[in-house]
Nanobody
Framework: QVQLVESGGALVQAGGSLRLSCAASGRTFSTYTIGWFRQAPGKEREFVAAPSWTSTYYADSVKGRFTFSRDNAKNTVYLQMNSLKPEDTAVYYC????????????????WGQGTQVTVSS
């Protein structure tokens, strides 16, 4: 069993930055890969970022602005979001997959409750 708790969402102006955190408990980093997704109102959940064996995959819409990182000692992954745009407004979720580098939500077995990010113009 894996438990995931996101935090760090907030209201921010366009051009600003936020860092999201995802604290994981249970059989996590040794067994699962943690990735980030987001869901805007009226839209489907979409992939944001996830590590593979050798690198990190990013959605084209966030490449160059968002950075994925992890702290194994804290069982926590982060999503540093810079140069935020109004179209980044969404609920952001972290999720756990038994395989690295997956971009489909169907590949993820466990999900956090989400954290709201709102970017004002």
């Amino acid at each position: 069993q894996v438990q995931l708790v996101e935090s760090g969402g907030a209201l921010v102006q366009a051009g600003g930055s936020l860092r999201l955190s995802c604290a994981a408990s249970g059989r996590t980093f040794s067994t699962y890969t943690i990735g980030w997704f987001r869901q805007a109102p009226g839209k489907e959940r979409e992939f944001v970022a996830a590590p593979s064996w050798t690198s990190t995959y990013y959605a084209d819409s966030v490449k160059g602005r968002f950075t994925f990182s992890r702290d194994n000692a804290k069982n926590t992954v982060y999503l540093q979001m810079n140069s935020l745009k109004p179209e980044d407004t969404a609920v952001y979720y972290c999720a756990a997959s038994p395989r690295p580098g997956k971009r489909s939500a169907d590949e993820y077995n466990y999900w956090g409750q989400g954290t709201q990010v709102t970017v004002s113009s």
